[in-house]
Each structure stands twice: as C-alpha cells, then as structure tokens.
C-alpha cells in the first residue's frame, strides 16, 4: 500500500508541477467553455426541458442522433458530445439544439453516470423513498444511483449554502462534486482514497470541500479533468453540458462494463459501406456506414473519414441495430504481416500472387476484398501491375488464417533508353549510378548480361567504365542492359620500365617494362618531364638507360619522372681550373667540397637570361675565381651561368651585423650566406623603392643580385604569389578590388602588358577576369609578373572516393566533374578551417574546389538552410528572405554565376516571390544556388 502510495504521489506532484510551470495552455480548454468562464451560462435548463433532453437517446426508428445545429465541427466539446450521444447518454432539445453552455443539475448528471456505466436495464420504474428531493423522471436513477454506491445519503444533505434552498436534484453540480460521482463511476473509488491525503497544487485548493482532496488528485492522474485559466480548479463552479460530456467521455476510457452499442477491437475489413470488428477474444461484429456515421481521431480529437481508418488499427466503435454511428481511432498502430519482393506473376482466378524474395519464389493468397495502391496511396487495379514490379504484401495479424488484404506497389519495373554520365560504375550496393541529361539522379541494378558498346560501336569492356563517361544506357526490367559510351572520362593510369628511345619528332617513346616486355607510347602534347635538380627539364634531357615513371592520362604519356638519376644544382661555387684542352672545370662549392666536372656540346652556357654558344668566349668570361651557378648530373655540366643572382628562401637576417648579414636557402637546400652592400636597394610589393631591411623576414621567397665582384648582395627583390577572389572590376583602369585567402581587402593594378593566362585558352585579357571568380597574382618586388585565371568547379557532391582521394562533382555549368584532392588538401565551411578529411563532406553537399597561393586544393562548403522568399529587389539585385526564429540573415546579393532553378529549369532571381519555400545555398555571404 504504501508502493502505491508513493507512486500516485509522485504522478500526482509531477503533472501538477507541470500545470503550474506551463499555466494556461490548450489542455485546459476540454474544462471551459469557448469565450465564457466556466461559471456562467447563457441559459439554465429547466426540470421538463431536462427531462426531454434526458430520454432514451434511441427514437422507435433506431436513429441515433450525433450531430446537433449548435455544436460545430471543430471545437473541444464535438467529440465528447457526439460520442455520448451515439451511446445514448445524452440527448438534444427542440430544434436539434444541444445548448453546451447550459448547466447541468445533479439529478442529470446521475442519470448521465448511470447510463455511461451501462445500468439502464437496471433502472426501476417505481416510486422510491429518497433521502434527498428530485423531480419525478429522476428518482429511480437515483435510487439505483444509492443502490450501487454511486450516492451516499450521508454526503448528499444540505450544506447552508445558496443552493441549499433549492430542491437536491434542481441544484446545479459543480466541478468537485461531479468529479466524485465520475471517479465512484468508473471504479475509482479505492484509488481516491490512497492520494486523499496528498496537498494539490492549485491555487484554489484551500476552497476544496474536505472531502475532495482525493477525488480531484486521482481524476487529474487519469486527466479525467484539468484545471482551468488560472491555475485554479474551480472545485465550486458549475459544470457545463459540454463539460459533462467532456468528463463521462474521458471516464469511458476506464469502464470495465460497457454498454452493449460499444464495440472495441480492430478494424478487420473495411470500406466506405461497411467496417467489421475484431476484438481480442476473437469476437467479430459488421457495421454499416451510413451519412451519419462520424469518425475522430483519438490522438487529436479530430474529425476524420473513413479513409483514414486502416486494416488493423484499433477503433472503438459504437453501433446500433448494425450501423456505426460514432467510431474512434484510439491506436494506428498497424498489426499486418508483411513481405515484399517482385512480383512474377498474378493468378486473378485462384486470387493468388508469385513473387520472388531473396532469390526463393513465393506463393500467397489474396483476400476477394484486396485493396492494391502505389507507394504514394493511389488507387490501382491488381491485374495493372507489371511483372517485375517490387511490390509489398500485408496481411493482418489479427484475423486468423488471413489472406492478403493489401498491396503496395513500390516500384514498378523501368523500360527506357537514356543519356547520361557514369557516376558510379558499381556502388557499394551493387548498382550503376547515373546522372542523366536533366540532372537527375539514378541508380539500377546490373544485368548478369549487360552489353557494352564503345563509340565506334565495338564490343567494350565493363572494367574499362569510368566514373565520368558519357554514356547511352538501356534500362530493361530495373537493370542496366546495355551501356554505350559517347565519350570516355578522362583516367590516368602509370607504368614503369627503362627507357629505350624516343623519336626524333618527339610524339612516342618506347620502353623496357618489368619482364623485359617492350611498351610503345604516345606522348602528350606539352608532357612534363621530372628530373631531380633540373627544374626547366625536357624531353631532350632524356638519355637512353633512364629508368623512368610514364603518368598516362587516356593512354597518353603526360608525364616522364626519371628515377635513376638526379641534376645536382650546384650554387655559388669557385671556378678553381678551367682547362680548355680537356674541358673541364674544377670548381669548389660553398662548403669546401672540390669536383671536377666536363662540358659538354650540350651543356647551356647562360649569360644574362641568354643562352651563348660554347666557344673560346667561354673560357675568357669563366676564369678562375669567378662564381658560378651550375647544374650537372654525375660528372658533366648540362647548365652553367655566372652568379649575378640566386633565388631563395630567407632562413636568417642578421641586421645587427655590420654590414647586415643575410642566408638564403635555395631550391637544393644549399644555404648561401652574403653581407648586403651599404646601398643595398630592396623591391617589395606595396612599398616600391621606399622599402628597407625592415620590410624583409624571414621565410620570405627573394631574389638577391650580387655586386659585379659577387661578394656583396647589391639588389633584393621579395617574390609573392596569392590567390585573391574578385570583388569588383574597374576595366577603365584595369584595376581588381580583391580578398586574399585571409580575408584582407586592397585595390590592385593590373598593367596593360601584364601576362594573363588561363588554362585551355590560348590568349587571355583583362576582360576574361570574372567577378567572385579567383585569380592567382604573382608579383616580383614591385612589379606585376603575371595573373592567371584559376578553374573552380562548383556545384553538387555526387560521390566521394576516400580510397582514390577523388570528388565528384556536378557542376553547375561544366557538367559531372572528378575532381582528384590528394592527401594535402584543405576544407573550409563558414570561413573556418575543418579537419582535412573527405569524412567531412556529404552526398549532395555544395562545394566549390580551387586551389590556394600554394597549389593546394581548398574545397569551401556552402551553407545550405530552408527559407521562405519576403521579396526581390529588382534595384539592388538582392533576394529578402523572412527571418527565422534563429535570427538569421535576410538579405543576400547572388554570385556573379549563381545557380537558379525549379527543378531541373533554371529561372531568373525575379522567378521567386513572396512565401516560396526554397533551399539557398550561400558562400562566402553570397548565394551560389537557389532550390526549389
């Protein structure tokens, strides 16, 4: 006992606390009367008007009334009233009226009680001495109301209060006292009791009669009744006609003993005629739907229709002489066995189906009744669906021995021819993936038999199929039949092996691979060659015997890495002998070391940028003492110039020296170390010839020029690269407002003359520099060198390759893009920089790839929200959004090339209006792409 007591304590304090905390909510308006306060009413029922109000409920026709002129569709008392009066405890007045506001007498409310609890048989039709006074139609309810503990004489004698001078059952009930005859009602009484003793928590507590306390406490854990505007329970207002509903409606859900029109169970079969009901113990009853029949909502007290009533949900149902009048769905749970798979053929005669799952072939039957649906709940005809079709089988749990009573048809199979791009070969379900020619998305399985076709119309191969091919496909049933290629991706590969020659017109090489198997090879147009040491290598410093490493982009070789040999660049070393007899010059590096190296016909004489021919010249310019930057490989000079100047990396500065003292690391890792001349000039960008030592740091990239004697640094000149994004153009004088990768904002020059490149472009000018597109602007010292137009692919997350460090992307305006990261890469989201993972992007993320000041790719992340349109302002080209309750920014101009569609059709800013609903992509607090 004291278990149960502390647990209904703990339920009580609980939901009290939270009407306290919450205060006036919806869940009090069950209690009140719509615009009034619970104790007023616009009209008081008479004993005769009551006592026609208050008649069987049931006319000699077997009409069941549930619908009355002054209850409308929606408000809190329509449920509980039409349910009261489908079960024949409440009736109307004349002119079909039901008067919710008018007050209920106490000798109602017991005649009410008994027949909620299903006593009416019982009620005795003979005169009773009472203890208490009541009109003549009520006495035997009341009798039986006494007989069956309902009422105690001993609490029912006049209290000295206003009423008291009214007769018993003439006098209005109020809300505690009602709420004890509701709680004895449904069996409550011992349970009363046990929390009779635990304080309320509503403010009007102290107003409790002494014996409520109880009967309050356990009828507000069962939220038979809640509180009404104030906090305040109202223990002596009266109690409405609605309300009365309202508490006998919510006391129904505890009876054990039900009238004989109640019918709880699940819905067995159902349609817009006719609903049969099964309840747990097996026990089947069939209702006609009529224009009368009303159908609610349990969870939200909403009217609903019969539609929305499924196979086994759980209803409550009441019914007289076979016609439904009032159903309630209190569960949509549904209680159906279900298997899916495809389905391979139908039998209408035998009413069965054969489907295949998990490769086994399957039988079942299909109920006469069997409703069949697409997977959006459109109607369909069994004999519609094709074979091939994936479709979904429910049978209930509940009816024993039960056929198919449903079909969901959820995908049927997919006959068509289509052009596209591979996204996938094979995904990790087995599927080829597609982009077809509208942007969509899709992906199918893979027939065991499928062709593939190359341009030419020849038999391909299935492995040779590449994330990024142009493609034809035929889908045959849901799988890819056939795939043929319109354009192959482009895809590297890489082989290895020694070189053997390389023709003289310099398009093909032939070489040794492993096993001594010989492999002949275009070469690309502009291939790199790789040589340790020798930054400006090509293909003519290729010799026979390198072991090399070919990089082939569609079969083409692309680039050449040697191997097996490095270019030593050799800097700042002392000519000690050069001998013109042996040609061959005897030097002394920086760092002691002493060598002795030939010339050769092919060695590079540079002279002030030009290269000179090997003659006698050579030996009266290169003279012993003279520094020299050379680069050999093992004993023969390939390159040799004078040390005028070096380019390098600062790793010290010593300008406490005097004369300052400064060390350059250069491209070989060699550190020279020079003083600066007293009149050393310095070029550095933004500051021009007014620059001094205090403008150079370390880590700066310069280019030093040595005096005519080269032991005194005469000139230095600060290197920088950037990337800056275009803010705004001025082309009258050539000038970009810019941000560079830090977000600092300067107004840069670009001279007429300055080297403008883009790649696959053969000439660029300042007209091809894009707003809010990126550039990479190099400068030497003060002087412009050069601006090229960065590619940046922007657009959709279609794939991520974490294995092969690839993107793809579906760009807004190139099409499907692959784009390959590497290991030395960079994300960004809202400006700050993420851990540098490809886990940190997503399917269908918007992303923009470029590469930084450092050659390293950057892939910023757009920030993607659902918004509604306020307006456009065609003036300021500029899309109003309404805010949110988050605070979010309203006002976003667009990128130069922002990506505006509706679907797959791409519109114009002014294409949306006020309350669209669309997703808004923006980067860098610019939009770049607008949904809907």
């Known amino acids: 006992m004291k278990k149960i007591l502390k647990t209904r304590y703990t339920a009580i304090s609980a939901l009290l606390a939270l009407t306290m905390t919450f205060g006036s909510t919806a869940a009090f ?19 005769s008007s009551t006592s026609t109000s208050l008649n069987s409920g049931l006319s000699s026709s077997g009409f069941v009334r549930t619908t009355f002129s002054d209850v409308q569709a929606n408000t809190w008392y329509t449920k509980p009233i039409t349910k009261l009066a489908a079960l024949g405890i409440i009736e109307g007045f004349e002119r079909n009226e039901f008067r919710p506001d008018n007050k209920v007498t106490q000798q109602d409310a017991i005649i009410m009680a008994i027949r909620m609890m299903g006593l009416e048989s019982e009620v005795k039709k003979t005169d009773f001495t009472l203890p208490v006074t009541a009109d003549q139609y009520a006495r035997p309810y009341i009798a039986l109301a006494i007989d069956k503990g309902l009422l105690l004489p001993s609490e029912e004698v006049d209290s000295g209060s206003a009423q008291s001078k009214t007769a018993w059952g003439s006098r209005e009930a109020t809300r505690e006292w009602v709420t004890k005859i509701v709680i004895r009602a449904i069996g409550k009484e011992s349970e009363a009791k046990q929390v009779s003793m635990i304080p309320s928590s509503f403010k009007d507590a102290k107003d409790f009669s002494s014996w409520a306390l109880g009967y309050i406490n356990e009828a507000y854990v069962l939220k038979i009744v809640n509180g009404i505007d104030d906090y305040s329970f109202g223990p002596k207002d009266s109690v409405t006609r609605a309300q009365m509903a309202t508490f006998l409606s919510r006391g129904d859900n505890y009876l054990t003993t039900r009238s004989n029109r109640v019918m709880i169970g699940y819905a067995a079969e159902i349609s817009d005629r006719k609903i049969t009901v099964i309840n747990d113990k097996g026990q089947t009853a069939d209702y006609a739907i009529s224009s009368d029949t009303v159908v609610f909502n349990g969870k939200n007290d909403s009217k609903v229709t019969m539609s929305d009533i499924k196979q086994t949900y759980e209803v409550y149902v009441v019914g007289s002489q076979g016609t439904a009048y009032y159903i309630e769905i209190t569960s949509d749970e549904e209680h159906m066995d279900v298997s899916e798979g495809t389905l391979t053929d139908i039998f209408l005669e035998q009413m069965a189906v054969a489907f295949t799952q998990n490769g086994s072939k399957k039988y079942m039957e299909l109920s006469p009744t069997v409703s069949v649906t697409d997977k959006d709940g459109k109607g369909l005809s069994i004999g519609s669906i094709p074979v091939g079709s994936v479709i979904q089988l429910k049978k209930s749990k509940i009816v024993k021995n039960a056929k198919v009573s449903q079909i969901v048809v959820k995908e049927v199979p997919i006959n068509k021819k289509a052009e596209g791009t591979i996204t996938s070969p094979k995904d990790d379900s087995g599927k080829m993936a597609f982009t077809d020619s509208t942007g969509k998305s899709e992906s199918f399985a893979i027939s065991s038999r499928i062709a593939i076709y190359n341009p030419d119309g020849s038999f391909g191969d299935f492995n040779k199929l590449r994330t990024g091919d142009v493609v034809g496909y035929e889908i045959v049933n849901n799988e890819v039949a056939s795939v043929t290629i ?11 092996g020694t070189l053997k020659s390389v023709s003289s017109d310099k398009t093909n090489m032939l070489i040794n691979k492993a096993g001594n198997a010989l492999g002949a090879y275009y070469i690309a147009d502009n291939a790199v060659v790789a040589i340790e040491g020798l930054s400006t290598a090509g293909l003519y410093d290729l010799e026979e015997g390198d072991i090399v490493s070919l990089e082939l982009l569609n079969d083409k070789v ?47 004489i540079r002279l002030n940028e030009a290269t000179i021919p090997f003659d006698n010249g050579f030996y009266t310019m290169f003279t012993k003492g003279k520094r020299v930057n050379m680069r050999a490989t093992k004993d023969k000079i390939t390159s040799i110039q004078l040390a005028n100047d070096l380019e390098g990396t600062i790793t010290q500065l010593n300008t406490s020296a005097i004369p300052n003292e ?8 060699q550190n020279i170390s020079f003083k600066l001349n007293s009149g050393a000039g310095f070029d550095v960008w933004g500051k021009g010839s007014s620059a001094t030592i205090a403008d150079v740091k370390v880590g700066d990239l310069v280019k030093v020029t040595l005096n005519y004697t080269q032991d005194l640094i005469s000139q230095i000149q600060v290197k920088k690269t950037g990337l800056y994004k275009v803010l705004f153009k001025n082309s009258t004088d050539h000038q970009l407002s810019v941000k560079d990768e830090n977000g600092a904002l300067s107004t840069i020059t670009i001279p007429s003359g300055t080297k403008i490149v883009k790649t696959g472009q053969a000439t660029s000018a300042f007209e091809d520099i894009a707003l809010d597109e990126y550039v990479r602007i190099s400068f030497n010292g003060s002087v412009l060198d050069s601006v090229t137009l960065q590619n940046t692919v922007r657009g959709k997350v279609t794939a991520i390759n974490t294995a092969a460090s690839t993107v793809t992307v579906q760009d807004y305006y190139l099409g499907l893009q692959v784009i390959p990261v590497g290991q030395n890469f960079t994300i960004k989201q809202n400006g700050l920089i993420t851990s540098p993972a490809l886990t940190n992007l997503k399917i269908n993320d918007r992303i923009e790839i470029i590469k930084d000041g450092t050659e390293k790719p950057l892939i910023n992340i757009a920030t993607g929200a659902k918004r509604v349109v306020a307006s456009f302002d065609y003036i300021l080209n500029q899309l109003n959004l309404k805010s949110t309750a988050a605070g979010d920014k309203t006002v976003y101009n667009f990128f130069a090339k922002a990506y505006l569609h509706k679907g797959t059709a791409t519109v114009t800013a002014n294409a949306f209006v006020e309350n669209d609903e669309v997703f808004v992509y923006v980067l860098d607090d610019k939009i770049v792409e607008i949904e809907q």
């Open 558 to 604: 692309v680039k050449v890495t040697v191997t097996n040999r490095t270019v030593n660049s050799i800097l700042f070393a002392t000519i000690l002998i050069n001998d013109a007899d042996s040609k061959t010059l005897m030097i002394q590096q920086d760092n002691g070391t002493v060598g002795a190296y030939k010339m050769t016909d092919t060695t590079a």
């Open 29 to 47: 308006a069950a209690d009140t009367t719509t615009g009034t306060s619970t104790g007023t009413s616009s009209s008081t029922s008479t004993s």
């Open 486 to 496: 319109r354009k192959a991706a482009d895809y590297t590969t890489s082989v290895q």
């Open 662 to 669: 400064m060390t350059v690391r250069v491209a070989s890792g």
